[in-house]
């Protein structure tokens, strides 16, 4: 009789151990399926920037028509130093670019979008792009870092291509907000910019810079979900176009209004970084499989 319990005891381990195993062999594998796409979706951004956005001699050369033989729902590009480099499309509807490279391919890194209601697209009064909050940092990935204030002054602007044309945007405001605030409704509502963004600039946990805003400024947010998974809330970044800074003119001639601007397009994170994303998709792999019990940013 003991023997036959202490038996059953034994399967009983085995079976435990075995299923631990398949456990850890599961979750290796969607770990390597997670770290593939972003590696996949890292190389096409790098090659595309290359072919768009290189930079020479220290300054961004732009190149539209090449970003449209990409892909023809291109509309755009937004730079900044050290922070980051995309291409940006609007599509005929807010669900095919959230798991669609810029070249069509099937990737759940996506491409930053311009709200498909937006008819003038980035030319509009106001304009949303949405992007995801991936875990290693790309795309909107790394939007949350604007809530440190050293940050944003270094970043307090950014260049955005639109079509042939190039505009700096300065940002003034940053936050957390819940999708259907101010924030989402302003452009329905037709709130004047102004009265936006005196509302935006309240919601910011720092003073920003100042600039000029009347009924013929432009407004863009930037929009990706939070780091706790909670779809009821987004964080965004509200941009001005500073039109006293922006070029406001073709492309070719871009290389001459940045001269001297010695920024490079391309950042290389450190290991530590690839280490620290690589420790935040395995953390939210658990957090989504297990419900929860482990806490990271969201895509």
Known sequence: MKEAANNKSKKIRIGIIIFLCLVIAFCLIMILFATEKYRVAGNLYTTTEEKVIPVKSGVPDYDYDALKKINPDAVGWIYSKDWMSYPIVQGEDNDYYLHHLIDGTWNDCGTLFVDYNDKKGLNGTYCTVYGHNMNDGSM?????????????????????????KHYKYKIISAFTTPVDSFVFTAKYEKVKPSVFVKEARKQCLYETDEIEVNSKSHVMVLSTCTNNSDYAYRYVAILVRDDNASPDTEIKEVTKINEGDSTDATYTRTIGERLEAFWKAIKNFFMHTFGGAFNSGGE
């Open 140 to 164: 909107f990935g790394n939007l949350d870092q604007l809530e440190s204030e050293d940050f944003y002054k270094a970043h307090s602007s950014v260049d955005v291509y639109v079509g042939y």
